[in-house]
DNA sequence: ATCCCAAATAGAAATTGTTTCTATTTGCTT
DNA sequence: AAGCAAATAGAAACAATTTCTATTTGGGAT
């Protein structure tokens, strides 16, 4: 279940640690985006000692793996979600801001044309909000 | 100059205080993102008393208004950039990861198709990054 | 199996961007 | 000119995140 994701690691040379193979059967059990403090909360139970600032180092890592996506919300706090993409290609994603699930998505040509209004264009961001499936068919 | 910001604030029934004025003229005379830090040192030689408060106060007030935009950047700060849009229509920006300049362009189509993944999309965010056509000529 | 060491971690403390609170001031209507 | 809701200053609180240092540990080498 979770072999993907470890591999993400090993592949790059990090340490698989209990408290990282958690963090991952975390999400995986969740199926939502979810902040540092919930997943401490969360795993504190199974380690009896549990840094906040491990969870905080490992979302980062793992985020720059590409096992995690960081998610914005309009709090001022940090969100990731489980990348659920099976390659690399560059993709976007979409929350269901009822349950947090986490959805991918392909835009073909978003930005072929690769100057805006001037700007040479570089990268970008896009973060789109719905509702899941699941939660249309609740209400 | 800044009269069509003014505007947005009076047509709102909010007041029209130097301050406010004042961080118009500021956004207006820089013509790039900024946070609300460099505003208040900026606008400090002018008012001998001015409060860091009022500034996050405003800035949020003319983002509601459509006089703002608000910029995400890596960093954990609140950015704001002025809007030039004429009309309210759906738009989004590109800043100039150079100098800081930011541009409007409306994506036509972008969401038409208004399920994704299952999700039925009710609104998203875009942010692209860019060089503008000053800061290329420059380089 | 044991040794070893760079990588990972805990825990406490610091940092800092942002928000809250209250007394005072001010823009604007009457 | 008066009155009042809206706006503001300044200090204080808040809270998410980061930094720091001593300690532990995963996993390759022996
Ligand atoms: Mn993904
Ligand atoms: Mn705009
Ligand atoms: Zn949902
Ligand atoms: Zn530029």
């Given at each position: 279940?979770?072999?993907?994701?470890?591999?993400?690691?090993?592949?790059?040379?990090?340490?698989?640690?209990?408290?990282?193979?958690?963090?991952?059967?975390?999400?995986?059990s969740?199926?939502?985006?979810?902040?540092?403090e919930?997943?401490?909360?969360?795993?504190?139970?199974?380690?009896?000692?549990?840094?906040?600032?491990?969870?905080?180092?490992?979302?980062?890592?793992?985020?720059?793996?590409?096992?995690?996506?960081?998610?914005?919300?309009?709090?001022?706090?940090?969100?990731?979600?489980?990348?659920?993409?099976?390659?690399?290609?560059?993709?976007?994603?979409?929350?269901?801001?009822?349950?947090?699930?986490?959805?991918?998505?392909?835009?073909?040509?978003?930005?072929?044309?690769?100057?805006?209004?001037?700007?040479?264009?570089?990268?970008?961001?896009?973060?789109?909000?719905?509702?899941?499936?699941?939660?249309?068919?609740?209400?």
């Amino acid at each position: 279940m979770n072999e993907i994701y470890l591999n993400k690691l090993q592949e790059k040379n990090f340490k698989l640690t209990p408290r990282r193979i958690a963090i991952i059967d975390f999400f995986l059990s969740r199926e939502r985006y979810l902040n540092p403090e919930i997943i401490w909360k969360g795993l504190k139970k199974k380690f009896k000692h549990l840094g906040l600032p491990s969870i905080y180092r490992n979302l980062e890592l793992f985020s720059k793996c590409g096992i995690l996506t960081k998610i914005q919300m309009p709090n001022r706090k940090l969100y990731y979600g489980l990348c659920k993409a099976k390659d690399n290609k560059h993709h976007h994603h979409i929350v269901c801001i009822k349950c947090g699930k986490v959805g991918e998505f392909f835009e073909e040509n978003l930005f072929e044309k690769k100057t805006i209004n001037g700007f040479k264009v570089l990268n970008h961001f896009l973060q789109v909000e719905g509702i899941c499936s699941t939660c249309r068919i609740k209400s």
